[in-house]
């Protein structure tokens, strides 16, 4: 958990306020989906906070490998997890 | 820690102001002065809190000027009710040096565990903190962000003086600092552990009430970093429970201003946590039965009085906001299950049995134990709080519909926390044992 959390901590510069983020794990893990989605509730206040796999977030923030599709355009990458902005379809 | 949070931290000192009218009247003059330092700070939290939410159910967005100088006018306005009070008797002189080396190693224990991460609650980020940075940026107890149905699991209905103190420091240092939530834990344990013995000393011998206040302390101190409390309501509950049935018990109590001091100080329970009400109906209960002779309506409400005020403001809000009407439980209220009456208690017994081996809960036993022989009956006071607050955990855990031991173990040990500051409170009441007769007395004198 701490390492998505340190994650967390370092994406809450780089999503604008009032931009919409889901957090997901990678490989997905339902019930750390939703650790993750109440620890994003914290830590990104400014930022409206969807579910797991929402299709609407405009930044995707993945705990754990790199997802094999990418979301979008890979913003920041760690031994944490990655940051992604989804390109409007 | 960065200077957001050192500013998130310096803020909460400044809940000492509004509270300094009160404590500076002269009814209050022999509370020695660490105590009476303290209980400003924690009276002025009362009456911040209480501010915030009137405010926020009349629409007034918060601002911090505004809220202390509101919380100075009340603070003024009851040194009014408290004029007349007067402490009988001067507190015995400091003593219990060991008790106080005692209470500083648990401390400093705490704040270690505090500062490696080790005691830090979940619940912080789980609701306690979200809530609260969300009220700073809202300026006020965002009625929409509480009614969001996904949010569910941040209990809306939870009385509001936590969230209600975390938004005013996050507007003032202009973020939540959650590093600085956490170091709470510490900061008012050293702070109950400066005001408890000079709170007792009024009523009892310097050394007792030093050694009652650190087993009080060291047991917080070891049920708070196994029960993970840092950063959430349980330690302002457990300060202000602390402070309120030791003023119950001091000579205070028998004074207009003391009786108002330990409503305020129970009402910051209250306001803290659920499990505050219980204690404190309790307690206060106890208290008024031992004086029905005298009919201490005027007492009871003054005792009553901070507490009815500061939930009645907080549940008029939630009623307004089409939010809550009182507390809820899990399931329907009164759907009792005693079916899982022995499941509930073997859970109880091993929760609280590895809490560091028991140890907090039985060393406070064993000393009331100890000195119950020679026990005051105004030990019956912390008692009372003890058993209604029992009751309370008793009856929660069985007013749901499935077996409560997963429940149980993740917060039992935080539910009884106050249960060993209790009976350490009422072993404080025990008489010094008679001495034995003089050798001379013993003897037949000489012709």
């Known amino acids: ?89 | 820690m960065s200077g957001g949070g050192v500013l998130w931290l310096g803020t909460l000192l400044l809940l000492a102001l509004p509270g300094a009218p009160l404590l500076m009247h002269p009814a209050f003059a022999r509370i020695p002065s660490l105590a009476r330092a303290v209980l400003a700070g924690a009276a002025g939290a009362v009456l911040v809190s209480f501010t915030m939410t009137v405010f926020a159910l009349l629409g007034i967005p918060w601002s911090l000027p505004a809220i202390l100088a509101v919380a100075a006018v009340l603070s003024f306005l009851l040194r009014r009710a408290a004029l007349g009070g007067g402490v009988a008797a001067a507190p015995s002189a400091r003593g219990g040096w060991l008790a106080s080396a005692l209470s500083a190693v648990s401390v400093s224990a705490a704040f270690l565990a505090t500062a490696a991460g080790s005691a830090s609650s979940p619940d912080l980020i789980f609701f306690w903190g979200p809530k609260a940075q969300r009220f700073a940026l809202s300026r006020t107890v965002d009625a929409a962000y509480l009614g969001d149905p996904s949010l569910a699991y941040m209990h809306a209905y939870y009385p509001p003086l936590v969230t209600n103190l975390y938004a005013l420091a996050s507007m003032a240092a202009g973020r939540m600092s959650w590093t600085a939530a956490t170091l709470l834990f510490p900061l008012l344990l050293a702070a109950l552990a400066a005001a408890l013995p000079g709170l007792l000393r009024m009523g009892v011998p310097a050394a007792r009430a030093a050694a009652a206040a650190a087993l009080a302390v060291g047991a917080i101190a070891v049920i708070g970093m196994e029960a993970d409390i840092a950063g959430n309501g349980e330690m302002p509950l457990l300060l202000f429970e602390a402070t309120g049935v030791g003023l119950l018990l001091s000579p205070l109590a028998a004074a207009a201003g003391g009786q108002l001091l330990a409503g305020l100080m129970l009402a910051g329970a209250v306001t803290a946590k659920i499990e505050g009400l219980p204690l404190a109906l309790g307690a206060i209960a106890v208290w008024l039965w031992m004086r029905r002779a005298s009919r201490p309506w005027g007492a009871g409400l003054r005792l009553l009085g901070p507490t009815l005020l500061s939930l009645g403001a907080w549940f008029a809000f939630g009623a307004a906001r089409h939010l809550f009407l009182g507390y809820e439980g899990e399931g329907r209220f009164l759907d009792f299950h005693p079916e899982y009456a022995g499941v509930m208690f073997r859970a109880l017994a091993r929760a609280l049995a590895t809490t560091a081996y028991g140890l907090p809960y039985l060393v406070p036993f064993l000393c009331l134990l100890a000195a119950a022989r020679r026990i005051d009956a105004s030990a019956a006071i912390p008692l009372g709080g003890m058993a209604a607050l029992v009751a309370f955990g008793v009856f929660v855990y069985l007013d749901r519909p499935s077996d409560p031991t997963p429940w149980i173990a993740w917060s039992a040990p935080r539910v009884f926390s106050p249960v060993p500051m209790l009976l350490a409170l009422a072993a404080a009441r025990a008489r010094a044992a008679p001495a034995p007769p003089a050798p001379e007395a013993a003897r037949p004198s000489r012709p």
Not at chain 1, 47 to 64: K, Q
């Open chain 1, 1 to 89: 958990m701490a390492s998505g959390y340190v994650l967390l901590r370092n994406a809450a510069d780089r999503i604008p306020a009032g931009a919409s983020v889901a957090v997901a794990t990678s490989p997905r893990d339902p019930i750390r989906d939703e650790y993750f989605q109440r620890f994003a509730i914290a830590l990104l206040p400014r930022a409206h906070v969807l579910p797991a796999g929402s299709e609407e977030a405009e930044f995707v923030i993945v705990v754990g490998v790199a997802p094999r599709e990418p979301p979008g355009v890979l913003l920041q990458n760690s031994p944490e997890g990655s940051l992604w902005h989804r390109v409007p379809r």
